[in-house]
Nanobody
């Protein structure tokens, strides 16, 4: 059974940093695109960051560009999201997602991801 489990969320002051991790199990994720999305209370889920199966291509939402960094460690079957210079508007539940298409490119579209984690809460206080 394929599973994605996020960790690393928490409460942080504005300007602080967090590192989110997504551990994958049930298959090797090194050949598939991975992404991070987030959902704030009362809002729709939105794209945050993605990287291709090789890690050679990344895309970021304009709202996080220059502050967040996505990376993957295929040896550990994990993908990380480093959050720097956090703002109160970054408060949300953050979800990790994986494509099921072999050799998939980075994608900002939620429908192109077939596996999702349960989410981890990030709260940024002002």
């Amino acid at each position: 059974q394929v599973q994605l489990v996020e960790s690393g969320g928490g409460l942080v002051q504005a300007g602080g940093s967090l590192r989110l991790a997504c551990a994958a199990s049930g298959r090797t994720f090194s050949s598939y695109a991975m992404g991070w999305f987030r959902q704030a209370p009362g809002k729709e889920r939105e794209f945050v960051a993605t990287l291709s199966w090789s890690g050679g291509r990344t895309i970021y939402a304009d709202s996080v560009k220059g502050r967040f960094t996505i990376s993957r460690d295929n040896a550990k079957n994990t993908v990380s999201l480093h959050l720097n210079s956090l703002k109160p508007e970054d408060t949300a539940v953050y979800y990790c997602a994986s494509s099921s298409v072999f050799g998939s490119d980075a994608s900002t579209v939620p429908d192109e991801y077939d596996y999702w984690g349960q989410g981890t809460q990030v709260t940024v206080s002002s």
